[in-house]
C-alpha cells in the first residue's frame, strides 16, 4: 500500500492558466519527489484596465511518500 500525501501551492503567470499550473508543479518539484497529481482547486485572474495582467491558480499537489519499515 502506498502513503500519498497532499501539499497546497498558490501559483502566478503572466501568460495562462496553464502556465500558471506548470509554475506550481515546478515549484513543488523542488522540494517534493515522486509527484502523481496536480489537482486545481481554485483559478483567479487579475484584471486591470479591462485586460487580464496575471492568472493564478491553488492547486493540490499529491506525492508518494516511501513506507519505513517498522
Given amino acids: ?3 500519498v500525501k ?5 501559483a502566478t503567470s503572466e501568460k495562462s492558466f496553464d502556465d500558471a499550473v506548470r509554475n506550481a508543479l515546478q515549484e513543488a518539484s523542488k522540494s517534493v ?3 502523481s497529481s496536480v489537482y486545481v482547486k481554485e483559478m483567479k485572474a487579475d484584471v486591470k484596465d479591462n485586460n487580464i ?3 493564478g491558480v491553488n492547486a493540490k499537489v499529491s506525492f508518494t511518500v516511501d513506507k519505513l519499515n517498522g
Wanted: charged share 15%; no cysteine.
Fill in 1 to 3: 500500500m502506498s502513503v
Fill in 53 to 55: 495582467v496575471s492568472y
Fill in 33 to 35: 519527489k515522486n509527484i
Fill in 6 to 10: 497532499v501539499i497546497e501551492v498558490i
